[in-house]
């Protein structure tokens, strides 16, 4: 029980990183209807900012405020740099069929994946721990700091990005434009501007999401493609644009892996979550939840 009970925790902190990478990424599939296969790039892309930053910028003589800088500089980088994509790239996919967007995302996040190895190198690499190793232990739950901060930031994370959402203009247009961008565009909406907003958004909840599981796992170039291959998981079975559906399948999808491989054979702990999915698609193909971006 006591080993249960410690998997299940563990697999709600990886479920963090799988929650946000997901949140964002159903923003930009529900709302621009490109299936970006190279979102999980935005994921490394952050944690490999933060690392350069946190390993060689001494501004502060602190392992914790140097781990900070890297946390906010390395979002607001890969933010930046999604900007950019969506100028030069997104914005001439948006009005692509599905599948030719889908194949151009494909190509990019390949040529993504040699960038970072050739900027950055292929070996693995790991964010320095910003707190000490002392657990935290109450009861049966046994947490190293690192690994509780993790939990509080991606709760506040979820937190922030639903309030933008729901009570800030710029969420209100997000929502009008993912139910109808041309009446959207006929109140004086600027569906451009949405679009890239949401798409550096999106950018940044992934980016968000590698920095912190970097600092409990190594991470390297072709790491992004695992972690969108899981966020498609986590979205599909979350329900196609829904915010609430991405959280909960994440953490669910994080569990579910960490259980069986706890229990049954960790080598195979990944195949666990695409074995759940087709079960779960032969019974409920809509998701767990209805799109709720679209609810006013």
Known sequence: MELAIRLTVQGLIIGCGYALIAIGLTMIFGLMDIANFAHGEFFVLGFYFAFTLAKMVTVFQSVVANYFLGLVIGTLATMAFAVLLDKIVFKRLREEPLLTATMATIGLSIFLAYLIQAIWGFWPRQMPTPFGLDPFVWGPFV???????I????????VVFHVLLRRTRLGKAVRATFQNKESAAL???DIDRVYTWTFAAGAGMAAIAGILLATIMPMDPPSGGFAVL???IVVILGGMGTFTGAI???LGLGVMETLGGGFIASDYKDGFGFLFLILFLLFRPQGIFAGDLQKK
């Open 230 to 232: 899981k966020a498609f």
């Open 248 to 250: 909960v399948a994440g």
């Open 151 to 158: 939990l509080v930031i991606t709760g506040l994370c979820i």
């Open 143 to 149: 947490l190293p700091p690192i690994r509780l901060f």
């Open 187 to 189: 109140v004086g909406i």
